[in-house]
Structure formats: C-alpha cells, structure tokens
C-alpha cells in the first residue's frame, strides 16, 4: 500500500475506467470508476463496496434525508484496470508514442490505452 501524502499523485487510474476489484468485500467485481480521489489514493466504482449512507434531508439539493445505498471509496491498491485490448485486468505501464506524447499502456499486451 502506497503511504498516504497530503499531495495529488497520479494514480493510473482514472474516472470512466473499467476496473476489477482484487481484494476487499467487493472482490472479483468489475466496474466503472465513478471518482478518483488522488490525495488520498482512493477510487469509488461502480457496484462495489457498498455502504450505508446516512443522509440528512436537504430540501435545497433536493435530497431525502434516511439510509441510502452508495458506493464508498476504496484504494486504488485493491483495484486493478481492466484492458480494453485483452479484457484481462492488468498493470498500467507509460509508453512514449513516436510523436513524444507519453500514454498509459497495459502491462500484459503492451496495447497503449487512449489516443
Ligand atoms: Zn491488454
């Protein structure tokens, strides 16, 4: 586990991804990443991790106070991105396109991710 700064790193992982979780109470669930929070390493996705918010009624957000089902944050160690190219959940790799521009990869068919 990375040791938790008070400053936002990059983490690989970013809003709109597919992942899978490897560890945890939502283990070998797949789903997309709903936030990422960089300062303190942690990722929402989808369908994972579910807990029991307790929410206070709040008529100008428009929000009905009571429990409700929301997806809690989890690190992002425990999850891993799943390859668009293979569909295999895999580490991410930085690969330099020829123009210069640096992309992220997967680790396992080297496939660069975006652009
Ligand atoms: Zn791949």
Redesign the pocket.
Known sequence: MRETKKTAVPLGIRHGDLVKVMSGRSKGKTGKVLSVNRVKHTVTVEHANIIKKHTRPNPSKNIRGGILDKEGPMHVSNVMLV?P??G?H?RVGHTALPDGTKVRS?R??N?AFEK
């Open positions: 390859c190219a293979c295999k895999a997967c396992r068919c496939t």
